[in-house]
């Protein structure tokens, strides 16, 4: 059993910053990478950024330049560090685990991130 707890969102303003944290636990040993999706409304579930336990990372274009994800491997905890913040950034934004990278196995409940003046 893998738990995956999000925190941190909120409602910002454009150009703010908000960090979200992904603590997990339970049979983590099954966790070789996590990562961060997000589901704005009316919009698929997209993949935000993935990292894996050695620190290799992956992000959409869209949040590439402005968004940093990192993993404290020691606290089984993923963070996700989100600069210059957009309204289109607005979504619920999901925390996952990985067993194979591409592919989430484990799923976190979701924090709102609200981006707007």
């Known amino acids: 059993q893998v738990q995956l707890v999000e925190s941190g969102g909120g409602l910002v303003q454009p150009g703010g910053s908000l960090r979200l944290s992904c603590a997990a636990s339970?049979?983590?040993?099954?966790?070789?990478?996590m990562g961060w999706y997000r589901q704005a409304p009316g919009k698929q579930r997209e993949l935000v950024a993935t990292i894996t336990r050695g620190g290799v990372a992956n992000y959409a274009d869209s949040v590439k330049d402005r968004f940093t994800i990192s993993i404290d491997n020691d606290k089984n905890t993923v963070y996700l560090q989100m600069n210059t913040l957009k309204p289109e950034d607005t979504a619920v934004y999901y925390c996952s685990g990985h067993r194979w990278v591409p592919h989430p196995t484990y799923w976190g409940q979701g924090t709102q991130v609200t981006v707007s003046s």
């Open positions: 339970g049979s983590i040993g099954s966790i070789n990478a």
